[in-house]
């Protein structure tokens, strides 16, 4: 593989099927889902999802408290650690409206793609930068979720939605609507990512597939919340396009590699974590990713020489973490 000045792929061979240095290049990690600015609760434990990160809970009371230099701050912290976990691209979602976006100190090449929460009576000033990401289907009423998710469309900006997380909406959306949140979000909503389906049924993925909608999957953070693991196993069978989130960083480190971890002892094969830990993530927020000319979102990892390459996937998805990072390959990296 050639790399010009700017460490841009410009020619890729291949050599050898062996490993003989001891040294991979691989794509970047790519983090689906993230809230990056609450990693200053970083350690809380001991509450339940609403508390958590319902309206008013503790997340916002703390986000609400940070100035803006403060929200910054945290945002540079949950970025360099990612960077060092050797995820070079993130989906975040910001809190705080049009103003919460303000905040940014993440520069050069490295791919964030934020999604914001922008205020209804001032959809018209969401920069041309931002995505558009939904707490839940009761973050407005029937009409303003239609009119975002309408507006996001005719600007052509994605829209993440959580769905299907909290029990509890999901049978109060029964009772209200007949049918479960995520039902009413894909009849009524134009929404290209779900995250979480904690509590999905099959049916439900077969209307996803339909809808040619995409999935992300945050196992960490709803082991840590309780509110219940995904159907693994009908999701990675299907069709949809999946990413891998940590989601909030006050739950835990942002490793793509732990997620993978934890994802593998449910049967998955470490082909599709990789995949879905880089190119299927970063095509869901609409971005190119991978080795291919003019791209530059590459980690050399040390493989230890216990691994055989037959095994080389296994090890990458299973055992593999920061620690084998050797060098991080980027455009203008900072
Ligand atoms: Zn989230």
């Known amino acids: 593989m050639l790399l010009d000045h700017n460490n841009e792929v410009i020619e890729i061979e291949e050599l050898s099927q062996n490993i003989e240095t001891n040294t991979l290049i691989m794509p970047g990690l790519f983090n689906s889902h993230v809230h990056a600015a609450d990693i200053g ?34 945002i540079l912290k949950a970025y360099n650690e990612a960077k060092e976990y050797g995820t070079l691209g993130w989906s975040d979602f910001r809190e705080g409206g049009i103003s919460g976006l303000k905040p940014y100190p993440v520069n050069g090449s490295y791919s964030h793609i934020p999604f914001a929460r922008p205020e209804i009576d001032k959809l018209e000033l969401l920069p041309k930068f931002a995505n558009i990401g939904i707490r839940d289907v009761a973050a407005h009423t029937e009409y303003e979720m239609k009119q975002l998710t309408e507006f996001s469309k005719k600007l052509d900006r994605k829209v993440f939605i959580h769905i299907s997380e909290d029990i509890n909406l999901r049978d109060e959306w029964r009772s209200k609507f007949g049918c479960s ?47 219940g693991v995904p159907p693994l196993k009908s999701l990675i069978e299907s069709n949809l396009t999946l990413g891998i989130g940590t989601d909030n960083a006050m739950f835990s480190e942002l490793s793509i590699w732990e997620e993978m971890k934890a994802l593998s002892r449910h049967d998955i094969k470490s082909n599709k974590l990789l995949k879905m830990a880089t190119i299927d993530g970063a095509t869901l927020c609409g971005i190119l990713w991978g080795l291919d000319k003019g791209l530059s979102n590459l980690i ?35």
């Open 41 to 74: 609760l970083r350690g809380i434990d001991g509450y339940g999802l609403k508390e958590l990160v319902g309206p008013n809970g503790i997340k916002h009371r703390y986000l609400d408290t940070l100035t803006a230099d403060q929200l910054n701050n945290s």
């Open 181 to 227: 949140d995520l039902i009413w979000a894909l009849d009524n909503l134009k929404a290209d990512a779900y995250i979480h389906l904690s509590h999905a049924d099959e049916d439900e993925i077969e209307l996803m597939e339909s809808h040619e909608v995409g999935g992300i999957i945050c196992l960490r953070s709803n082991i840590f919340t309780k509110s």
């Open 300 to 334: 050399q990892l040390n493989i230890p020489k216990y691994v055989e390459n037959a095994n080389l996937k296994d090890w990458l998805a299973t055992e593999c973490d920061q620690r084998n990072i050797e060098q991080i390959i980027m455009n203008q990296y900072q």
